[in-house]
């Protein structure tokens, strides 16, 4: 069993930064592709960006590409989402989930934390 703890989300202005981190632990780290997920007010959970267990391979979706980095240290079971040039539209509780397998599907997703909220103002 994954226990998943968000941490770093705020209030920021429209043109900041902000970074999450998701602590993992009781599992074997490495072995899992980690991803980030989004949901805003009143509209389904969206995919955000995932990274392979070596780290070497990500993903993002178009909204964030170019704005949004994620990383992972598996020595400290922890994986981040680095966010520039934060926008309103990025207002969200952002939520990081382990799979087995990499897939843009919340379904694909095993384990979840409890997500962290992003708010940003214009």
């Known amino acids: 069993q994954v226990q998943l703890v968000e941490s770093g989300g705020g209030l920021v202005q429209a043109g900041g930064s902000l970074r999450l981190s998701c602590a993992a632990s009781g599992g074997t780290f490495s072995s899992y592709v980690m991803a980030w997920f989004r949901q805003a007010p009143g509209k389904e959970r969206e995919f955000v960006a995932a990274?392979?267990?070596?780290?070497?391979?990500?993903y993002y979706a178009n909204s964030v590409k170019g704005r949004f980095t994620i990383s992972r240290d598996n020595a400290k079971n922890t994986v981040y989402l680095q966010m520039n040039s934060l926008e309103p539209e990025d207002t969200a509780v952002y939520s990081c989930?382990?799979?087995?397998?990499?897939?843009?599907?919340?379904?694909?997703?095993?384990?979840w934390g409890q997500g962290t909220q992003v708010t940003v103002s214009s």
């Open positions: 989930a382990a799979a087995l397998m990499y897939g843009i599907s919340p379904n694909n997703y095993d384990y």
């Open positions: 990274i392979r267990w070596s780290g070497r391979t990500t």
